[in-house]
């Protein structure tokens, strides 16, 4: 089971994410987990399993692209991206998913630990309607192994997503 430590302030080693987070004064906590290099689950799979949480609170963060542009998306673990939903949300014509490489470039995060918040550049970003009522959610804090735990709202009024359908 993971620890569980609540962040009160800008502090040394503070991921980006969790630096957005303390300069906004939005309530969240911080949990943690060993992360299993073995482990064929996928990220937020492994995370929701090694915390004991619900797949469907713990978010996975994907970037997307049409090639000029490019977006966030932020979904349950245990969904599927919808491309056509998530282009349509974007503003977008037909998007694919960014080449792990050039997502860990644009965001400055390594994949399994890319976060919505602290992004290199901020994105358009939209987060999986399903989730938009929810008062707790946890996303990556910015490194594998760690995750932050926060009401959707607060994520999107961070990020300054918006909710919309991302998942068939």
Known sequence: MGRKSRSKGVHAGATPAIRVLDRA????ETVAYT??????????????????EDPAAVLKTLLVG???????????????LDLKSAAHALGMKRVALIEPSDAERMTGYV?????????????????????????????????????????????????GAVFASLTA
């Open 111 to 159: 994949v399994g630990g890319i976060s919505p918040l602290g992004q290199k550049k901020r994105l358009p970003t939209v987060i999986d309607a399903s989730v938009e009522e929810r008062d707790r959610v946890l996303v990556s804090a910015g490194r594998r192994g760690l995750s932050l735990v926060l009401a959707a709202a607060d994520l999107a009024r961070a990020t």
């Open 66 to 80: 049409d090639g000029r542009a490019v977006g966030v998306c932020v979904i349950p673990s245990d969904r599927r």
């Open 25 to 28: 004064g939005l309530p969240y």
């Open 35 to 52: 992360h299993d290099e073995r482990s064929e689950l996928g990220f937020g799979l492994e995370a929701a399993a090694a915390l004991g």
